[in-house]
């Protein structure tokens, strides 16, 4: 990659992040931490508002305005292929903003560069999901709902035993994983993270209660203890 090219794409990277690490920038473009941040110093030198520092991550600055992004047949292909497939595992409403958002991009692409795209043969058809499968799509728009507003669920939850119980919990994220959807949340009832199948949650309530970010009780945490148990897993002698 030509050396113009990387810097631009750095612009990029920053921009559609709300914080960039020079560790990311390096995985992306293939270059050492040391290239990146020579790189974003020379552009900050030329006037792009990026701020931050190395060692914390970078950002964009407010007003500074880039030309209209174009795709390459395979970027085109790819956001198609993207879309396509994650259509069949989103929730209906998401999953039509998805298309509509592809289509709007679509609209704008050179005829060539569309059709390459349009024509790119990855699917994944509806039509083969089950009934459990389509309910659990269903729930998980009132799952998201409530991770955005930050409110508070009572759910009626079975595990694997068949056991109901009743929780009260503060969500903090949907994760899909192949081939079901779990909610990570905190759990008021065991006061601790807990991870629950979406398709095994037999009710739910949103409650009218908000919660507030707390450092302790955050997605945050609980991805970085899952991070510490994943490496100390892969540590000889580590925890299985």
């Known amino acids: ?6 810097l631009f794409h750095i612009v990029q990277l920053i921009r559609g992040r709300r914080l960039t690490t020079a560790a990311f920038l390096a995985q992306r473009l293939e270059v050492s931490e040391r290239t990146v941040y020579r790189d974003v110093a020379d552009l900050q030198h030329q006037g792009v508002p990026i701020e931050g520092e190395a060692g914390v991550g970078y950002r964009l600055g407010t007003g500074f305005e880039l ?5 390459s047949q395979d970027e085109a292909k790819a956001l198609v292929a993207s879309v396509r497939l994650a259509q069949a595992w989103l929730d209906p409403a998401l999953a ?3 298309e509509d958002a592809l289509g709007k991009i679509l609209s704008v692409l050179p005829a060539g560069v569309r059709a390459a795209a349009e024509s790119v043969a990855l699917y994944a058809p509806m039509a083969s999901m089950g009934e459990a499968t389509r ?6 728009k009132t ?5 955005h507003a930050r409110r ?12 109901t119980s009743e929780r009260v919990l503060r969500p903090l994220g949907c994760f899909f994983w192949g081939n079901v959807w779990t909610l990570t949340a905190w759990c008021e009832t065991r006061q601790d993270f807990r991870n629950f199948r979406i398709d095994r949650i037999a009710h739910v309530t949103v409650l ?3 919660f507030r970010d707390e450092p302790d009780k955050s ?14 897993s892969a540590k000889p002698g580590g925890a299985p």
């Open 143 to 147: 799952m998201r709902d409530a991770v």
């Open 219 to 232: 997605l945050a945490l609980f991805l970085r203890r899952v991070s510490a148990s994943a490496g100390q």
């Open 152 to 163: 508070k669920l009572r759910i009626s939850y079975r595990d694997l035993a068949g056991v």
């Open 135 to 140: 309910q659990t799509l269903h729930a998980l």
């Open 1 to 6: 990659m030509r050396r113009a090219d990387r």
């Open 96 to 98: 039509g903003q998805a």
């Open 208 to 210: 009218e209660d908000h």
């Open 67 to 71: 030309p209209p992004l174009m795709f």
